[in-house]
């Protein structure tokens, strides 16, 4: 799997757009970037994932750069509710391999 | 809105008795999973299950562990001898599609203790 980095936590002001990077340097060609979410030991939820062009759902949007290096998962209006650890995780479009890898995530603290 | 339920929510049992894990997957999904997170530890893919059988597992899922459709509605995770360290918060997930091409359901989870 292309390896990702991300911040190990990051602040948020509630009501505020919350910012998360992620550099995935060596994705591939077939490759999608997914991100998922945690909330306190819940069940991961999925957000949204995306191949090469911005994607915007009910929940955040999706923003990849050019070169398909880096993205970001913006939550617009950033709540209480949005605390969790964030999972940006890519994997190649194929039936071969149909597991998610988790890494550690970015933790995400929005403040009042 | 369909979401994957599990049972029990806490299981407390004695290393080295059997213990079986349910799921029940949103209805018409087709593949289907388990995960598991030891507490303060990254989530953990261990087995994934398409048309009756594994199409995937993880080095975790040796021989102690076993997957089971009993019906058209359940999804089992087997542990026969648990350890201590098989004390984690099992997650069942199901997909409409494989995980590459649609995002996965998770139930709440089943917290596991092994004394």
């Known amino acids: 799997d292309a390896k990702t980095t991300q911040p190990t936590s990051m602040d948020c002001a509630e009501g505020r757009a919350a910012n998360l990077p992620c550099n995935h340097s060596t994705i591939s060609g077939n490759e999608y970037v997914y991100w998922y979410r945690q909330i306190h030991s819940q069940g991961p939820q999925y957000i949204i994932h995306g191949l090469k062009n911005n994607e915007t759902n009910e929940m955040a949007s999706l923003i990849i750069t050019e070169d398909r290096k880096s993205s970001t998962l913006i939550l617009p209006h950033a709540t209480l509710r949005d605390t969790a650890v964030y999972y940006c995780?890519?994997?190649?479009?194929?039936?071969?391999?149909?597991?998610?890898?988790f890494g550690g995530g970015t933790r995400l603290m929005v403040k009042p | 809105e369909p979401e994957v339920t599990q049972t029990p929510s806490h299981q407390v049992t004695q290393m080295g008795q059997e213990v079986i894990l349910r799921c029940v997957p949103i209805s018409n999904h087709l593949y289907f999973y388990w995960y598991r997170q030891i507490l303060g530890q990254k989530v953990e893919f261990l087995v994934s299950f398409y048309n009756n059988e594994i199409s995937e597992k993880s080095e975790i899922f040796d021989d102690q562990f076993s997957v089971e459709r009993p019906d058209g509605s359940n999804f089992t995770l087997k542990i026969r001898s648990t350890k201590l360290e098989d004390s984690a918060m099992y997650f069942c997930?199901?997909?409409?599609?494989?995980?590459?091409?649609?995002?996965?359901?998770f139930g709440e989870g089943s917290r596991l203790t092994v004394l």
């Open positions: 995780i890519v994997r190649p479009y194929n039936n071969a391999g149909n597991m998610l890898t």
């Open positions: 997930a199901s997909s409409f599609r494989g995980a590459n091409t649609g995002e996965l359901f």
